[in-house]
């Protein structure tokens, strides 16, 4: 059986990561999962929120929205209707935990990362391909205040890499990096991050429709590590080529 | 090893569920999970919201709210800031997909019931207390509405139980039903919300400190649906007994 | 003739004062006037707002809420609306000069308490409730200053005790402590603040149908003046109770 | 003993009210009581808000505002900090009721109006003034739609006059129409709103200093009750005389 | 041809400056353009925005707003609708940038100016007549300020005087301060700002029907620039006369 | 003398025009004025807003955002702060009016297009950059609504193009197309609108510094227009290629 694209149900669709697409961002990458885009920039700023003053401590946190017109159908503002709604608020929290997970707070010092990761383009995995690209934007920033001195010689601010998959049921298949359309289909839907070590960082399964077992539940996991592993050679490879 | 309150690692606290707190509610449950309590009331009504009107079908949906001094120490009013905050909305949209993942909306017919947990006091697995305490009173809620006949004979708007239990690792070892000390030392968090038979309808589980292996959650998943599966007893137990 | 509860008119509602209801407020009473039920909280930190630091005055305030299915149908809540409606701004700020009226403020020293009282259920006099509880739960937190060493010894931060009531008249006839279907069938609401020795704090009366006159005033004075005098002993056996 | 201005205990300030001082509105006043000065505009609109719709009745509400530097050092504007304080809902509501007490709603027909009462300069008793005066726009935008047949001939919506005053002890000595200095001073502070033919309307009293016992509460009344009489002569003077 | 109020083309409405309107404002101004009315007060504190502290500059700023009733039918108040309009926040801004367009902030010290401009009747050129009205007021909270000594004697603060005038095309004639019905029926609408010495500060021509060409973008700057002159001078009368 | 990238004073940046840029929208480009980049979608809806049905007329509207760091420091999001800031505001509202001015709106039919600017990257000059780009994608979600049949054959909704240009005057000098260092350093800064056939639909001058003369308006009017010429040629020829 293959799917709506042609992939067969373990295919990644074809994945991008531009670096430096921002002339004004310390760290800037355009990352395409299909027709997902999602632009990744990291504002490196010294300095911490009053809250972490003093500690000696780093903070790092992710901000992620959708143009009004990413998707098929125009979205309201949500500056305009004057507040953040709760599917938004969700993923940006998730942005920033994912990738609070392969930061040393300690090791940055008392400087802030902020990763915005705005939707230029939506067919699905909006939130995973935000992950992914924003881990190499985090990555360059964080070059970028070594060679500025911000960072202390010798320490490493970031422990490893992180990227994040999504992966579902539909028909009763398994399938890795849902578009949209299977998206809308599935009786099941997850959202996997994974460090290049292989460990999991989130792992958020919900049931769209029946409720699914533990034998799916494996299944699903098996799909994800599977393509982590994937993006993190893909984001290794960007990150070795000249940004 | 013995935790902090004395409980085994797989013992749940002791668990209430009193129905018919309130007397306007077609639904009122006050449930505790040891010393967190959450007053969760189901408001029935007639009539759906304006997207869902003539499709035949209706709408349950969740707010989650703390008292401002439900926690050690005060918070501030969402209503006084003017805005819900990330983690609210968080909760509220999980609350709502828990409970219509066991909901037949078409069976309910252009009926919505909104379930409003609020937490007179927290000590950790606020959000699970309040899904397993929502389904008692949504629960009531629909045989209200039976006897009302607002729902039609010989149709069944539930088709199974959901119950929800917080598993998080401590130093290393898997516990169930996290207390707020517990909660803030474990290095990786889940919550899990089963069906009484036993399927998932939600896995989160956040690495705080270290990610985590397949291996640990495998052995969270063991202890989440063992504490899912006494939590059923528990609804059913209190939906025997005189409402 | 006798009212809707069986009362005769200058009869108040069974009283219940439930001290130390929650575990983590400084003083917390659950308090009852018939089926209204209020949680009253009070939260005593050190340190004072901005505009009174230095002033080696300290600072008390009041918040009101209802939770949305406190009352026979639900209301939306006013964090989701983003904000406060005008009924509880009113209600919030009387109970804050209710308090203070008893509060000597130097005495106090430079700490604040925050009387926090969240309506669980809803039959009429909710305010009045509100400020009689939260009276006692004032009082509880200036104990457990006091037993800190948070304000001085031998001084007094409370200079007497203070109570509130509802009156109003119902088809011509003055009556005390209005539950909520006497409230809507009410041609004038008052509701009035006592000390504990009888004297005024506030006074709040409204023609809901026709003007009253200076005649049905001093009914509703009386009448009021009289009800404040059993909360106050209802008060002082909660406090002399163990707590 | 004289006021600060040189009043006697029992005297009002200067009064003025001046009539149709907008071009556009149905009804507008420019009321002045001393230095405080406010501008009432009464908008005369047919048809009535969504939940009155059908109901053969009319509505009356008022909106309080003060422009930013109408007082001694300027405040911020509300519109600015995006919500409504406190105060100003308070006062708004207090201005609707109080005016709605003398509004034959069904004789009014399913018309609305608006009173917008915005302080222009402020020396204390804003919201009386605003009452006073908001009765006369009133009472020319009833006239407007009788000229122009929006209600129906032969019946009265208006059923009487309203007008408003405060009172205070200050310095032990109760006061008639407190002016800011006073205000500040008081002990004790009271708004009356008065038909006028005499009863009441609204009495709401504030101990800001002590409280105050019945014999204080009286002599306040008997004050107010003679204010509020002599304001009903200068309103009938200013509806007699050409608009 | 004569215009509807029976001016010629290139006249002004009457216009009438009254100083020291309010008792409490630093410098207060009720200006007049025909029946637009707008009071226009200049509140003047000492020390600046924390952005500009310690700079040795002092800050200018303007805030334009209507009362509700100003207008033919009522508008919502900004205050409740919880949002400032996006014409309030691009006049205020217009406001702000004319005034400064004349401040020597350097002169001014680290003091700060508002221009509170409050339209309490609307009939066409509410910004033009604020931005006019606002310089008077700002000239009387200077000299104030000069007579506290609160800016240093011998530097001018002011370096010239501004007023501003509408001017449009009317069935294709250029008008000068062109009244409510003449700016609805206008095909291009322009507001001009000068200095006293004829220089322009501000040009905002906008084709509400055909776009304009060079003729008559010329024709409406001249007709400005004439208008602006006389202002100018009414300016100068008025601050000349006792304040 | 010559420009800090090289220029002449009346030459523009190198100009990009890249249409379809989006899979979604019915029109959609991505402009580049140098390395200001805006992607500019056209979304095309049947149907117009409440207070326009039944008039026969469609309606244009225009939004304006930026992401976050487009800028060389980071901006907060308006979405976060819960309410749209002033420029973005008065940017919105000029975009909306610049194309409304070659809209035939009875042509259109009852039909609505959304443009949606959104800054990618900010160089100066975005809102003209944008005006320019937005006027082609509202020409090709015309053409996309034509080959549907959703507006009428034999109409016109487009009555000409229209194009937009910065110009300021710069140490002295009249230059076209400011780039940010140039507009920081502007004393004079204006944005004109043009329509194809060279007249004009905005003019917003405003003095940063000193006020301008009638001579330097000139100069900034002949190079704006010049400029408006170069930006219709670069459109026209962008929709003349393959879409």
């Known amino acids: 059986m293959s799917r709506i694209d042609g992939r067969t149900p373990e295919q990644l669709r074809p994945v991008t990561i531009e670096r430096a697409w921002s002339k004004h961002a310390e760290g ?34 992710g901000e992620y929205a959708m143009l ?9 503002r949500e ?27 300690r090791a940055l010092g008392e400087n802030t990362v902020v990763l915005d990761c ?43 890499g992180v990227s994040a998959v999504s992966v579902g049921i539909v028909d009763g298949v398994p399938l890795l990096d849902l578009c949209y359309e299977e998206d809308v289909r599935a009786e099941t839907d ?16 919900t049931a769209e429709g029946a409720p699914f077992d533990r034998r799916e539940l494996n299944a699903l996991l098996d799909l994800a590590a599977a393509g982590c592993g994937e993006l993190a050679l893909a984001q290794a490879a960007a990150l070795e080529s000249a940004g």
């Not at 997850?190 to 399964?205: A, H, I, K, P, Y």
């Open 28 to 61: 800037s990458v355009l990352v395409s999962f299909g027709d997902t885009k999602v632009l990744c920039t990291a504002s490196f700023t010294e300095g911490v929120p009053r809250w972490r003053r003093g500690s000696g401590e780093g903070w790092v946190t």
């Open 68 to 76: 009004p017109r990413a998707t098929n159908t125009r979205g309201d």
């Open 79 to 105: 500056s305009v209707r004057g507040k953040i709604g709760g599917r938004t608020h969700e993923i940006s929290r998730l942005i920033g935990r994912s990738l609070r997970a392969v930061v040393d707070t």
């Open 118 to 160: 705005d939707v230029l383009q939506a067919d699905g995995g909006t939130r995973t391909a935000a992950i992914t690209g924003a881990y190499v934007a985090l990555a360059d920033a964080v070059a970028w205040a070594r060679a500025k001195k911000l960072v202390k010689a010798g320490v490493k601010p970031l422990t490893g």
């Open 190 to 205: 997850m959202n996997v991050v994974c460090t290049d070590d292989g460990r999991f960082v989130e792992v958020q399964g």
